[in-house]
């Protein structure tokens, strides 16, 4: 059988435990979070863990095993598979009809039963659950645990007479994450801090600052819009959604100082041509110093997006500095889009969006390896290595009526550490629109500065 230490980097990779800031039930925050559930996802594992957790004991003592519901129940089946030793199963409350049993299976008064709990912590669950199986008049002597958290809990119960069999204490398991460097000396210490009953103070994670972030970014156009952010002191981008010509060139020449990027949807254009569409707000992105971002949401196989970027009517790599693109395709369906930077859509603003857990994990995979991405549209944080876009900003409304649902500046700002906010009818559909956009750029800075 593998060591005890591989047996755990084997249960660790499956996420069993996360480090940072965690409210735990009690109110109280933790540096470190447990959740052994997904061990009961692998069955190689489990049945690993059974064996582990049954060559502690002695067997012959036991007639019944039990596990604490819920997260116990898998490992107390796999070790009664493994070891014939009967099982039985408490509920967390009665049922209100049938036999109304809070404990079901086969048993006799006078047994000795071995219960299974996947995590100690202040022993309350096991006190609780040690009383109800003896009221059913069977005995506990014995309880094994995978992970005791040290925090009086193991004490607490072997004061009472029973004992306590832990594969695993908190401290072993941080001193191997520490040895192989899944942590680093400042986690330890933490909650080396928190186990001796010391409060852990948090340090407070700052927003990375517009330079800072553009000391580590390393596309061109993630550049050159942090360029502009902090030369126009601006990290307001303007959706330019417009259907003629004149009125998309009217909009971008009386916003265009107050912003770092101009949003288009192109193809709504009525009267498009390349000549006295494009060149004139080629030249205005140019007076005004902004970038072209063309808001084309591609989400096809990788040749039929390059056909789309390069070709036909509105030839946008021609003159789109960044487009937002789907990363439903999978990453080589990005490879096409070599003229300008990417803004990935993670996450849509939309109520009754599909964008969920799942695909923003899948999604985000992506994002932070493929070069051509600068950043993502998202209504959550990101790694500060992205730069994260967010739509559905509005100043004056919460909503639409049709889906749209809407955030201030200072609320995305801080809230998602948003780079850049998008701004669409907030500003066009305003009255006097360079005033507007005037207001959202010195709301927008100041909440960056703020959350600095």
């Known amino acids: 059988m593998e060591s005890k230490k591989e047996f755990f980097l084997e249960c660790y990779k499956l996420g069993i435990i996360k480090f940072g800031r965690f409210t735990l039930k009690s109110g109280i925050e933790s540096p470190f979070y447990v959740d052994l559930r997904p061990l009961a996802s692998d069955p190689k594992i489990l049945k690993k863990l059974a064996n582990y957790l049954l060559d502690m004991l002695p067997l012959d003592n036991f007639d019944i095993i039990c596990g604490v519901p819920y997260a116990a129940l898998p490992m107390a089946t796999a070790m009664s598979l493994e070891s014939y030793l009967p099982l039985i199963i408490k509920r967390k409350e009665a049922k209100a009809y049938g036999t109304k049993k809070l404990i079901e299976g086969i048993y006799?008064?006078?047994q000795n039963c071995?219960?299974?709990?996947?995590v100690i912590t202040s022993g309350k669950s096991l006190v609780e659950t040690i009383d109800e199986v003896e009221n059913e008049g069977i005995k506990v002597s014995d309880i094994v645990v995978v992970l005791d958290r040290e925090q009086g809990g193991k004490e607490k119960l072997e004061e009472k007479g029973y004992k306590v069999h832990s594969l695993f204490n908190i401290s072993e398991v941080v001193e191997i994450l520490r040895e192989v460097n899944y942590i680093d000396e400042e986690e330890v210490a933490r909650i080396r801090d928190f186990v001796n009953g010391n409060q852990v103070v948090f340090q407070e994670k700052k927003r990375l600052s517009y330079e800072q972030k553009l000391e580590i970014t390393e596309h061109s156009f993630a550049k050159k819009i942090l360029e502009i952010a902090i030369e126009?002191?601006?990290n307001l981008i303007a959706s330019a959604d417009f259907i003629t010509t004149q009125?998309?060139?009217?909009f971008a020449d009386i916003v265009g100082p107050h912003?770092?990027?101009?949003?288009?949807?192109i193809d709504i254009l009525n009267d498009f041509d390349a000549d006295e569409t494009i060149l004139p707000l080629k030249d205005l992105a140019a007076k005004h110093n902004f970038l072209l971002m063309e808001d084309r949401k591609f989400a096809d196989i990788g040749n039929t997006q390059e056909l789309q970027f390069s070709y036909g009517t509105f030839k946008i790599s021609n003159w789109a500095d960044l487009i937002t693109s789907h990363v439903i395709g999978g990453s080589k369906s990005l490879d096409c889009f070599v003229n300008a930077g990417i803004v990935a859509i993670l996450g849509m603003s939309s109520e009754g969006t599909l964008t969920d857990s799942h695909y923003r994990e899948e999604a985000l995979k992506i994002i932070e390896n493929h070069p051509n991405i600068v950043g993502c549209v998202a209504q959550n944080k990101v790694p500060d290595n992205i730069l994260l876009f967010t739509p559905g900003v509005n100043l004056g409304t919460s909503g639409d009526g049709k889906g749209q649902q809407y955030n201030s500046p200072e609320h995305v700002i801080k809230n998602y550490n948003t780079d850049f906010i998008i701004?669409?009818?907030g500003i066009y559909k305003a009255d006097d629109p360079e005033l507007e956009a005037l207001r959202y750029k010195t709301e927008g800075w100041q909440a960056y500065q703020d959350a600095l």
């Open 108 to 110: 006799e008064k006078g």
């Open 114 to 118: 071995l219960l299974v709990e996947d």
């Open 232 to 234: 126009k002191r601006s």
């Open 247 to 250: 009125e998309l060139l009217n």
């Open 259 to 265: 912003i770092v990027a101009l949003k288009t949807h």
């Open 423 to 425: 701004v669409g009818r």
